[in-house]
Nanobody, 124 residues
């Protein structure tokens, strides 16, 4: 059984940084895509960033491009999201997601596995 466990969320002031982690257990992903999505209260879950597991290609939503950096540590089976210059509008629950095949990275339904989410709150 694949498990994704997020950590690193918290409360920060605008302009500061946080780093989220997503640890994968249950299997080693030799291929596929891992991603971060987020969901703010009253809003739909939205794509934040994705990375191909073996090639390291990265994708970002326009709203976070230049501020967030996605990476993965292959031996540790862990994905990260470095979030800099945080804004109040980044406040949301952040979810880690994974899929074992390649394809569109932007659609939540395309991902097979999900973490439980970690809250990120950015205050002004």
């Amino acid at each position: 059984q694949v498990q994704l466990v997020e950590s690193g969320g918290g409360l920060v002031q605008a302009g500061n940084s946080l780093r989220l982690s997503c640890a994968v257990s249950g299997r080693t992903f030799g291929s596929g895509v891992m991603a971060w999505f987020r969901q703010a209260p009253g809003k739909e879950r939205e794509f934040v960033s994705a990375i191909t597991w073996n090639g390291g290609s990265t994708y970002y939503a326009d709203s976070v491009k230049g501020r967030f950096t996605i990476s993965r540590d292959y031996p540790k089976n862990t994905m990260y999201l470095q979030m800099n210059s945080l804004k109040t509008e980044d406040t949301a629950v952040y979810y880690c997601a994974a899929r074992t095949t390649y394809g569109t990275v932007y659609i939540a339904k395309a991902y097979q596995y999900w973490g439980q989410g970690t809250q990120v709150t950015v205050s002004s």
